[in-house]
C-alpha cells in the first residue's frame, strides 16, 4: 500500500471556494470525501496547507507580477484611492477621474486580473496557499515521506510568469516541479484537463529533464488556441501534445494512454510524476467538449501508480461542482485501495446530488470524434514530437 498524504484543512476550502470559476468547489469536494470516510483512514496522513512565502513565488513568478498580487484588490475597488482623490480634488476635473479608473484597468489587465482571472477577496493569501501547498506536497515527496501526496486544490496550468490566465492566478505546478527537481533528475508532467497545459510547457520548454505531455480538446477559437501538436516550438526540448476531437470516451483515452503515453514513459524513464487531474472533460461539464466518466480517470491514475514513481496528484478543471466532487471522491478512493458506495452519503451538500444521489454518472450521447484515423493521425504527431525530444537530449 503506498504512503499517501493528502493536502486539506477546512479553512484552506474555504479560502479556494472563493475562485470564481469554482465558488464552493473546493468546499463540496472535500465534504464528499470527508462523508465516505476517506480522511479517517489510517492509510491517510492529512497535511496541513501552508503559505508560500514571496522568495518562493519568485523562483518562478516575477517579482512585479507578486508585488502586484499583493495589491490588486486595491486597484480593483470601485473607490478612490486618498492618492486618487487628492489628485481630484487639485484638477477637479471629472476627467481625471476616468483617467484614474482606466490606469487601474490597465494595470489589472497587464497582469491577467480581469475578465476570467477577476480579482477577489482574500486573492493573494489564496495564490500563496495553493502555491505553498503544492511546494510542501513536492518537498514531501522529496524527502521520501510519501510515495503520493494529493493536492486537489492545486493544478493551475494556465498562469504565466507574470500573469494571471484562464483561471489560475499562480502556477503552482511550475513552482511544485521545481521543488521537486531538487530530488529528482527527471519529471514527467501529464495533464488530463480538457484545457493544454500551456503554462507548464512553455514554463519548461527549455529543460529536457521535464517532460510536459498534455491530452486536450484542441480546435480553433478554444482557449488557449495552443498545443495543435505541429507547432510545438522548435525550442521545446521535451514537450508532447495529444490534441483530441469532441467527444472523447474513456474507451479512446484508454487507448492513448496505452499505444502513446506508455511508451513515452518507458523510453523518458522519470524519477518522479506530476498528474494534473482537470476533470472539465466529464460528461455533463458545462464546457460540453467531452464524454468522460469516472472510470476513464480512474483507469488513467491506476495506470500512473503501477509506475511506481513517485506521485503528485493535483486537480485542476471541472465546472460542474458535484460531477468533480463525485470524480475525485472516486479517485481518492483508488488511491487508498477503498470500496466505496455508489449511494452518495448523508452530509451538509447531500441535497446537490439529486435526483439520483448516486456517485457514478452515465456517459452523455455525444459521439466520439476521434476515429481510428485520428488516432493515427495523433500518433504520428506524438512520434515526431518524441523523436526531436530524443535527439536534443
Not at 19 to 47: F, M
Not at 290 to 309: H, I, P, Q, R
Not at 315 to 342: E, F
Request: charged share 25%.
Amino acid at each position: 500500500m503506498p504512503r499517501t498524504a493528502y493536502i486539506y484543512s477546512k479553512d484552506y476550502a474555504g479560502l479556494v471556494s472563493r475562485l470564481p470559476s469554482n465558488i464552493d468547489r473546493s468546499t463540496k469536494v472535500h465534504a464528499l470525501i470527508e462523508a465516505y470516510g476517506l480522511l479517517r483512514l489510517r492509510d491517510l496522513t492529512i497535511i496541513s496547507p501552508r503559505k508560500a512565502t514571496f522568495k518562493e513565488l519568485c523562483r518562478f513568478h516575477s517579482r512585479d507580477y507578486i508585488e502586484f498580487l499583493n495589491k490588486a484588490e486595491d486597484y480593483d475597488s470601485s473607490e478612490e484611492s486618498e492618492e486618487d482623490k487628492s489628485c481630484n480634488d487639485e484638477n477637479d476635473n471629472p476627467y481625471n477621474a476616468r483617467t484614474s479608473r482606466h490606469t487601474k484597468e490597465d494595470k489589472l489587465e497587464e497582469h491577467g486580473l480581469r475578465f476570467d482571472c477577476s480579482v477577489f477577496e482574500s486573492l493573494a493569501d489564496y495564490a500563496a496557499y495553493v502555491a505553498g501547498s503544492t511546494l510542501e506536497a513536492a518537498t514531501l515527496l522529496c524527502d521520501d515521506a510519501f510515495d503520493i501526496v494529493v493536492h486537489w486544490d492545486g493544478g493551475r496550468h494556465h498562469a504565466k510568469k507574470d500573469a494571471a490566465a484562464g483561471f489560475c492566478i499562480v502556477n503552482d505546478i511550475v513552482l511544485g516541479i521545481m521543488a521537486l527537481q531538487k530530488a529528482f533528475d527527471r519529471v514527467l508532467y501529464l495533464d488530463l484537463d480538457v484545457h493544454h497545459g500551456d503554462g507548464v510547457e512553455s514554463a519548461f520548454q527549455f529543460t529536457d529533464k521535464v517532460l510536459t505531455v498534455s491530452i486536450h480538446y484542441f480546435a480553433e477559437g478554444f482557449y488557449p488556441g495552443t498545443g495543435s501538436g505541429i507547432s510545438t516550438s522548435a525550442r521545446s526540448k521535451a514537450a508532447v501534445n495529444i490534441p483530441m476531437k469532441t467527444g472523447l470516451s474513456d474507451e479512446t483515452l484508454n487507448k492513448i494512454f496505452d499505444k502513446m503515453i506508455e511508451p513515452l514513459v518507458e523510453q523518458f524513464s522519470p524519477d518522479a510524476i506530476v498528474l494534473q487531474c482537470g476533470v472539465d472533460g466529464m460528461a455533463g461539464d458545462p464546457l460540453g467538449k467531452w464524454n468522460l466518466t469516472m472510470t476513464g480517470y480512474s483507469d488513467c491514475l491506476k495506470k500512473v501508480m503501477a509506475w511506481k514513481k513517485p506521485l503528485l496528484v493535483l486537480g485542476g478543471g471541472g465546472y460542474n461542482t458535484v460531477s468533480t466532487a463525485r470524480c475525485y471522491a472516486y479517485l481518492t478512493s483508488q488511491i487508498l485501495g477503498r470500496t466505496i458506495s455508489d449511494e452518495i452519503p448523508e452530509h451538509a451538500y447531500f441535497e446537490d446530488y439529486q435526483p439520483d444521489f448516486l456517485l457514478f454518472i452515465d456517459p452523455g450521447r455525444q459521439a466520439d470524434s476521434n476515429t481510428e484515423e485520428h488516432l493515427a493521425y495523433v500518433q504520428g504527431l506524438v512520434n515526431t514530437q518524441f523523436r526531436s525530444c530524443l535527439t536534443s537530449h
